[in-house]
């Protein structure tokens, strides 16, 4: 039996990660800072820990561990990351947790690393063309990602890379590009665009109207995580070492992207747009490297994963607020 360790699984995407891995048959370790809000049941064993405090991940990342998962970060939605308050604790808290991953795998010989890194990490230079992004994974430089979050990313990747140089390490980058689904933050500041839009339109009565930020013009494509955690597996699996692309190419504005959920919703609903954090102009993924080198790519449609993720939306709003 393998024996992982999934760092960040308090949150969402390594959450259903921790689930996946069981299901495939390895022993799992799960730890971050805190527990996670939707699974009471995470892994074989859960380490509530600082992960920044290098002698609580020793308890962590341990000799007879054989793969090491890297989701753990300081992050959440464009209020979160845009406005400008939380850049230092983004940087400092992430970096320090990528910095320990390295430095524990390397001295205890632990080879197989995967390493969550994100599609902000791109150039806002090449997503101002809202049409016609620029996110394949040879555009990345000349460096100049739009947030500080993206330059941690790209801090770390080079990390990882360096020690996969120098150490012999065989270790999996991932760019994810706006991963949603259930079991995921839903309120409070730090929820991705759909799960925000789903959590609107769910508390929103037929006829009335929610706000969006922006013109609604600006592009994105967002992928469901259950394609996200296979993308992930199946990476770990391969000999390809990354960075690649994580994502759908399915593009959409904000609008369309609202319009969808509202009418998954069945109700009627106005859409007001007002001034807010927006990011990059646009933005898609580009998966023709994870085609070529992994024979694969997503295949869900957005729409099947915002039936889906309203449907549980709906169900935590009606919960909370009935």
């Not at 054989?66 to 992430?94: C, H, K, P, R, T």
Request: overall charge negative.
């Amino acid at each position: 039996m393998k024996r992982a360790v999934v760092l960040g699984a308090g949150g969402f995407i390594a959450g259903h990660l921790v689930k996946r891995l069981q299901r495939d048959g390895y022993w799992v370790r799960a730890a971050d800072i805190k527990r996670h809000e939707f699974f009471a049941e995470m892994g074989d064993e859960f380490v509530v820990a600082d992960l920044r405090d290098l002698n609580e991940m020793k308890k962590i990342i341990t000799s007879d561990i054989d793969e090491v998962y890297q989701l753990a970060a300081d992050m959440g939605g464009a209020e979160f990351v845009f406005s400008g308050e939380n850049d230092a604790a983004i940087m400092q808290n992430s970096a320090m947790i990528n910095l320990h991953v390295c430095d524990l795998c390397q001295k205890l010989d632990i080879k197989k690393v995967f390493y969550s890194s994100s599609a902000c990490m791109y150039p806002e230079y090449n997503q101002l063309d809202p049409e016609k992004p620029n996110c394949k994974e040879d555009s990345a430089y000349p460096a100049a990602p739009d947030s500080e979050y993206g330059w941690e990313k790209l801090f770390s990747e080079r990390l990882f890379l360096a020690y996969a140089r120098n150490h012999g390490m065989h270790v999996r980058i991932g760019r994810f590009h706006n991963i949603f689904g259930p079991y995921g933050t839903w309120e409070g500041g730090r929820e991705k665009a759909p799960a925000a839009i789903c959590r609107k339109v769910a508390m929103t009565n037929d006829g009335g109207s929610i706000e969006i930020f922006g013109d609604g013009k600006q592009t994105r494509s967002f992928l469901i995580v259950d394609e996200c955690v296979e993308g992930v597996i199946r990476l770990m699996n391969s000999d390809f070492e990354g960075p690649v692309n994580i994502g759908s190419e399915e593009m959409v504005t904000i609008n369309e992207l609202t319009d969808k959920i509202i009418k998954i919703s069945g109700k009627r609903i106005e859409v007001r747009h007002i001034s807010g954090p927006l990011g990059v102009r646009g933005r898609n993924s580009d998966n023709t490297l994870i085609q070529q080198k992994l024979g694969w790519k997503p295949s869900r449609s957005l729409y099947d994963g915002l039936l889906e993720t309203y449907t549980w939306v709906k169900a935590q709003v009606d919960k909370k607020y009935s």
